[in-house]
T-cell receptor
């Protein structure tokens, strides 16, 4: 069964630190990878997408993709209390439907 | 550009009733996907509509149905509600054109409570 796995957390980091969120997936031919942020009681918000091996940076966020090892990670530099949320990893698996499969999410807590 | 809108935002229904939820995608987006989110199961894909046709379907019973109109607005219907249908129902729109690179943008969701 094609799956996307995330550690549920919570991951607790102090303000100003780097938060590292990881996601593994089972399908070797996965094509697209997305990170969403979801605040409690709100809907998911797309923050990063990555399609090729390597790093992609956007402000304080860096997505890292390693297709050979089948993992994608999200680094948040200079973490702020406002970054406290659940981060969902989504992967478009093979099969042609292009509908992403979502992980269960990692809860991040940034404490002052 | 306005985001994805969903109505109603909150809904309380009784077991056995039916419910219709509405979604208006971002202007220009032609694909609308529906998801159910619960604490126990996470985000589960229901179905996707594109050009008024259901293009993909998740693993949900036939009580869950949907449709899309010519203006890309979409509705989903749940008949014979069960307690387990209590969830946040999310609509996501995308502009199909890049295949697997299509980015989905979520609406605020409809919180359905079945009593």
């Amino acid at each position: 069964q094609k799956e996307v796995e995330q550690n549920s957390g919570p991951l607790s980091v102090p303000e100003g630190a780097i938060a590292s969120l990881n996601c593994t997936y089972s399908d070797r031919v996965s094509q697209s990878f997305f990170w969403y942020r979801q605040y409690s009681g709100k809907s998911p918000e797309l923050i990063m997408s990555i399609y090729s091996n390597g790093d992609k940076e956007d402000g304080r966020f860096t997505a890292q993709l390693n297709k050979a090892s089948q993992y994608v990670s999200l680094l948040i530099r200079d973490s702020q209390p406002s970054d406290s949320a659940t981060y969902l990893c989504a992967v478009t698996l093979s099969g042609g439907s292009y509908i992403p499969t979502f992980g269960r999410g990692t809860s991040l807590i940034v404490h002052p | 550009k306005a985001g994805v809108t969903q109505t109603p935002r909150y809904l309380i229904k009784t077991r056995g009733q039916q419910v219709t939820l509405s979604c208006s995608p971002i202007s220009g987006h032609r694909s609308v996907s529906w998801y159910q989110q619960t604490p126990g199961q996470g985000l589960q894909f229901l179905f996707e509509y594109f050009s008024e046709t259901q293009r993909n379907k998740g693993n949900f019973p036939g009580r869950f149905s949907g449709r899309q109109f010519s203006n890309s607005r979409s509705e989903m219907n749940v008949s014979t509600l069960e307690l387990g249908d209590s969830a946040l129902y999310l609509c996501a729109s995308s502009w199909p054109g890049q295949g697997a690179k299509d980015e989905q943008y979520f609406g605020p969701g409809t919180r359905l409570t079945v009593t």
